[in-house]
């Protein structure tokens, strides 16, 4: 059983930063992936980010590469993802999710464990 609570988010405009935080609890320690999804209304479910339990892999979807960094703070048990150069079509509701399949894909969404979301809204 593992919980996580999102913050961070609000609204901003065109260019400006964001960092959402996901804190964990629970049964960390069989945690596998760590992922990071958005969803804007009317839209279906997008790959954002993810982190496997090491730390060295990271993975990103191709609209927020080069823009979006994930990482994670193990003393903290605590998820990042530091948003820059934000965009109006980055505006969705962020949810920070735990995958404890073994080797199963990042980048599915068949993560186990949801947090209640955060909203990121970008004004242009």
């Known amino acids: 059983q593992v919980q996580l609570v999102e913050s961070g988010g609000g609204l901003v405009q065109a260019g400006d930063s964001l960092r959402l935080s996901c804190a964990a609890s629970?049964?960390?320690?069989?945690?596998?992936?760590m992922g990071w999804f958005r969803q804007a209304p009317g839209k279906e479910r997008e790959f954002v980010a993810a982190?496997?339990?090491?730390?060295?892999?990271?993975y990103y979807g191709d609209s927020v590469k080069g823009r979006f960094t994930i990482s994670k703070n193990n003393a903290k048990n605590t998820v990042y993802l530091q948003m820059n150069s934000l965009k109006p079509e980055d505006t969705a509701a962020y949810y920070c999710?735990?995958?404890?399949?073994?080797?199963?894909?990042?980048?599915?969404?068949?993560?186990?464990?949801w947090g209640q979301g955060t909203q990121v809204t970008v004004s242009s």
């Open positions: 999710a735990a995958k404890q399949r073994w080797l199963s894909n990042p980048r599915a969404d068949d993560y186990e464990y």
């Open positions: 629970g049964r960390t320690s069989s945690t596998y992936a």
């Open positions: 982190i496997l339990w090491s730390g060295i892999n990271t």
